[in-house]
């Protein structure tokens, strides 16, 4: 402190008061904490925090069916219809997680190899190219993508044609719950990819070797050193395909089936006249999402982030 | 609002339209009454004061294609401003946003029948003075004051529009030809047919079961009874494994009957005119009776330009330009003087589109209404109301 002060002495006039205000945030670190955070901190709070407070207290109120005014009435009837055995929700709902499920691990199943190729095997200008493949998609918009499968599972697309030229007969593809998961798969696997990715890059190249070592072969290095050391990264990959398509409903409108409605087309058709049960249904994800961080967070998935 | 100079005003009113440029939604309302020698939209006084300068709708595409709206922006110095909706949902959403009433920001809807009785329940838009629209007189009595937009003698909005849900069907794949609306029930076709992902649709069956099974006492197919809603419900979901899909938008079924996905199912004759325009072996029939749908101009209760609405209104029921609308998308005029103009358009239009009809043809097209708790038909209150048809049509899609 004794020298600083000596500094500010000789220093002409702005230097001596910029450093006079750097030495005022550094004997205050709350301070400087305060005003680096301020600004998102509130964002976050007032923005984020606050609109879910918002849909959770709407979601225990009502609408009247004929003029769509929330009826400020404290219920849990929207609830109950959701839960209730005999209505549908419950079962798009479950259908939903399911979906969120499937997606989630082929996205894994893929993108290990990948990422694996990407951090390990290949030179930096083939890591490169395959860098730009995987993003390159996330460069056009979702709805141009989702219309390009469209025709691509149609039953006179693609893949129809190809399995024809191949003497194979085409399949029933396009309006499928199969459609919804291919797509989902090929939409969000950059998600996983780049977290994956993170975690296989940090594994110091030792492991392996005191690995080989020790005796251990790929299979047993595999299972013992790289998979516990990239767990992480693949629950932090899953987040990002678990919540995306828990909330997604453009897909299962495009390319879905006769029963492929998600949570997120329910809340759609809700929205506009019935206000509280779409807040209610979006509250399920919301839970289901909670539930799912905290067992991430018990398994390191934010030390991948 | 720049281009709107004529205006024969001092500078008072300049600076009104200023502000209004910027500061969009009431001010525009003032400068616009404040030349209109005092008469207000909502009087008896067929007088509509000095066009705003702007005009902003919320439509269906082409609602205000240029080829008709162009000339009328001409006239008038009414610059439209369009807001396109895909679906009856998303306008009513609009529509409620912001406060309600078009937010200040929007001052004319094209509902459909599906929504028009909740924007007006909703207090989203507001009566107009039917007198202001000279054309009116002249419609097809269906569409006068229909039970859609007509709510205790008052006019929320002028009919413009209208089509009846017709059968769409591949030529080369479905032989021989459908004959009415029980082909979409029968497993002959199963796994290509479609039909609309949208809870109106719950009328479609029960206006079959109407005809199919009158022990159900169905009276009117958008007042239904809880039992009655059921049966329908059922019918549906056991249509359901016939279907390849529901479809959401029209350019969805355009795309699945394209790809040869789909090969017959409901839509409207707009799907038929771009499939046979995109050569494809499409064609269509029109199930008597059916469901049909009705478009209305609805002038948003808070309304920025409420004049240039009422221009507009005037301007788009006159049968020249109600006869333009028609070919552009594929629909039929509420005023049938537009029937001259249609042939000079297009020969044959006006019969193709059914604008030349006996009174018993129409009334065989039950038109889109909001399912609200009072049935018209026993005069109770125990019919489902739109949350519960809803809540029924998740039941079919989930």
Redesign the interface.
């Known amino acids: 402190m004794a020298v600083d002060a000596g500094a500010l002495e000789t220093g002409p006039l702005v230097r001596r008061a910029r450093l006079r205000l750097s030495g005022f945030f550094w004997q205050r670190p709350w301070l400087r904490a305060v005003g680096l955070l301020a600004l998102p901190l509130a964002a976050f709070l007032v923005v984020y925090v606050g609109s879910l407070g918002v849909l959770f207290v709407s979601s225990l109120w009502t609408s009247s069916s004929l003029t769509s005014t929330i009826e400020h009435t404290w219920t849990l009837a929207n609830y109950r219809t959701i839960f209730s055995r005999a209505g549908p929700y419950l079962h798009i709902a479950a259908f939903t997680l399911e979906m969120a499920a499937v997606v989630t691990l082929t996205c894994a199943v893929l993108a290990f190899p990948l990422a694996f190729f990407m951090a390990r095997v290949a030179s930096k200008r083939t890591r490169a190219v395959l860098f730009v493949m995987v993003l390159l998609p996330l460069w056009s918009s979702y709805l141009v993508r989702l219309y390009a499968w469209q025709t691509i599972l149609a039953h006179n697309g693609a893949i129809n044609w190809a399995l024809n030229g191949l003497g194979l007969p085409g399949q029933n593809l396009a309006y499928t719950n199969a459609a919804m998961w291919i797509v989902y798969t090929y939409v969000w696997l950059p998600f996983m990819v780049l977290p994956v990715y993170a975690a296989l890059e940090r594994i110091p190249e030792s492991y392996l070797e005191a690995s080989a070592d020790l005796g251990a072969r790929g299979w047993r290095t595999f299972r013992s050193v790289i998979l516990p050391l990239v767990l992480p990264g693949i629950v932090a990959g899953s987040i990002f395909t678990f919540a995306l398509t828990l909330g997604d409903y453009i897909t299962p409108a495009l390319v879905g089936g006769t029963s492929s409605d998600m949570i997120g087309t329910v809340v759609y058709q809700n929205f506009a006249t019935n206000l509280p049960f779409a807040a209610a249904f979006a509250v399920i994800p919301m839970a289901i999402m909670g539930a799912y961080l905290l067992i991430a967070r018990r398994l390191g998935a934010f030390e991948a982030l | 609002m720049r281009r709107n100079r004529k205006r024969s005003s001092v500078t008072v009113l300049v600076v009104a339209a200023v502000t209004a440029a910027l500061a969009l939604a009431a001010s525009g309302c003032g400068g616009g009454s404040s030349g209109g020698g005092g008469s207000s939209s909502e009087s008896t006084t067929t007088a509509i004061g000095k066009a705003e300068g702007s005009l902003n709708v919320i439509e269906w595409p082409y609602y205000t294609d240029k080829s008709f709206a162009q000339p009328f922006e001409q006239k008038t110095g009414c610059i439209i401003h369009r807001k396109d909706a895909g679906t009856s ?2 306008m ?2 609009l529509m ?1 946003a912001n406060g309600g009433g078009g937010g200040g920001q929007y001052d004319l809807v094209s509902a459909s029948g599906d929504a028009s009785l ?1 924007l007006i ?3 989203d838009v507001k009566p107009i003075d039917i007198g202001q629209i000279p054309s009116w007189k002249d419609f097809l009595p269906q569409f006068k004051s229909p039970a859609h937009n007509t709510v205790d003698g008052k006019h929320y909005g002028v009919s413009v529009q209208w089509g009846p849900n017709t059968l769409i069907y591949n030529t080369q794949k479905v032989k021989p030809a459908p004959t009415g609306w029980g082909d979409t029930y029968s497993s002959k076709y199963k ?1 290509n047919l479609t039909a609309p ?1 949208n ?1 109106i649709q719950i009328a479609d069956a029960a206006l079959y079961l109407m005809e199919t099974k009158p022990s159900l006492g169905i009276k009117d197919p958008y007042e239904l009874t809880k039992a009655q809603l059921t049966a329908a419900t059922q019918l549906l979901i056991s249509q ?2 016939l ?4 479809w ?1 938008y029209a350019a ?1 079924e355009i ?2 009957f394209k ?3 789909v090969w017959m199912g409901a839509g409207w004759p707009y799907q038929t005119l771009q499939l046979q325009g995109a050569k494809q072996p499409i064609k269509e029939i029109v199930p008597l009776p059916t469901t049909g749908w009705a478009d209305t101009w609805m002038l948003a209760a808070k309304a920025p330009h409420p004049n240039c609405a009422t221009k507009w209104m005037q301007y788009v029921t006159t049968p020249k330009v109600e006869a333009q609308q028609a070919i552009v998308f594929g629909e039929t005029p509420v005023n049938p003087l537009a029937c001259p103009y249609m042939d000079k358009i297009q020969k044959g239009s006006c019969a193709a589109y059914h604008l030349n009809e006996p009174e018993s043809y129409y009334s065989k097209i039950k038109f889109w209404k909001t399912p ?2 009072q049935c018209g038909w026993n005069s109770s209150s125990d019919c489902m ?4 048809w ?2 029924a ?3 079919v ?2």
Do not use: I, M
């Open positions: 949902q998303e009513f959403a409620h909740r329940d909703a207090g796994g992902n809870p359901k494994p279907l390849k899909r529901y959401n969805d795309t699945s790809n040869g996905d609200v708790p109301d739109y949350n519960a809803v809540q049509w998740a039941q899609t989930g």
